[in-house]
């Protein structure tokens, strides 16, 4: 078992959240019990996870998309009521780590999905960050050049979710950069760096128009298919650190 604040310590130690300048608090962000012996990951924070972690006896969530997000209504009514109160009647504690998680060196979305897809790791793409000088999108290059069919075939079997494809060249791809979750808007970026093809979870009308123009292919992959894994490699790293049980739970989301 351990102390929450001392895991909750430990995590923003590990991902640096001091450095990043994020649209929501990472760390705790709803207090529960004091001593964690069984902790649930998922993505998002949804009424169903949290309904899961009661399930499995659960002591603390730990997610990429949390709660108290920039902008929103402060009230607590409706579903954020609901959700606050699952919490506090069942003393669970909630933390919640987005933009930290998504650059993370190890256990990062990024790193995690290069390293399901087989990319290999040759920088970061400039002009991608926010905050802290943490430059956000990565790129790389495939251990041999596929055609854009067969690419798109290999998202789709290791994320188990066809990608969206824009075809904006005909030319095969080796040269790749990505960046998980809602980062369409990066695509300018990558086609500054050269490389044949650009990643991210989701996609926007213009995003369409700037792969064709711009003679790259985009694929979109998924917000949530792409952002399973960076929660997942912190939850074993944290489950085996404290020696603590840990149970991964994926609520499907076709985004």
């Not at 040759?122 to 290059?141: A, D, M, R």
């Amino acid at each position: 078992m351990v102390n929450r604040d001392t895991l909750t310590q430990y995590i923003n130690n590990l991902l640096s959240v001091d450095q990043f300048n994020d649209y929501c608090p990472n760390g705790l962000q709803v207090a529960g019990k004091d001593t964690i012996k069984t902790f649930v990951t998922g993505v998002t924070a949804c009424q169903a996870l949290l309904d899961e972690a009661i399930r499995l006896n659960a002591d603390a969530v730990l997610v990429h998309h949390g709660y108290f997000w920039r902008g929103e209504a402060p009230q607590v009514q409706g579903i954020k009521r609901t959700r606050l109160a699952t919490l506090l009647k069942a003393d669970i504690n909630l933390l919640a780590y987005h933009l930290p998680l998504d650059a993370h060196a190890v256990h990062g979305n990024n790193v995690q999905l290069a390293e399901r897809l087989g990319l290999s790791i040759e920088g970061e793409v400039p002009g991608t960050g926010i905050g802290g000088g943490v430059n956000l999108t990565l790129y790389g290059q495939l251990a041999e050049t596929l055609s854009a069919e067969k690419f798109a075939g290999h998202i789709s079997a290791v994320l188990g979710r066809a990608p969206l494809h824009i075809g904006g060249s005909e030319r095969p791809i080796q040269s790749v950069a990505w960046c998980t979750g809602g980062a369409q808007n990066f695509i300018e970026q990558a086609l500054t760096q050269g490389v044949d093809a650009y990643i991210s979870g989701e996609i926007s009308e213009q995003t369409v128009h700037i792969a064709r123009e711009g003679g790259l292919h985009y694929f979109a992959a998924g917000h949530h298919a792409t952002e399973r894994y960076g929660v997942q490699s912190l939850g074993e790293h944290v489950a085996d650190a404290f020696g603590i049980t840990h149970h991964f739970v994926d609520i499907d989301n076709p985004v």
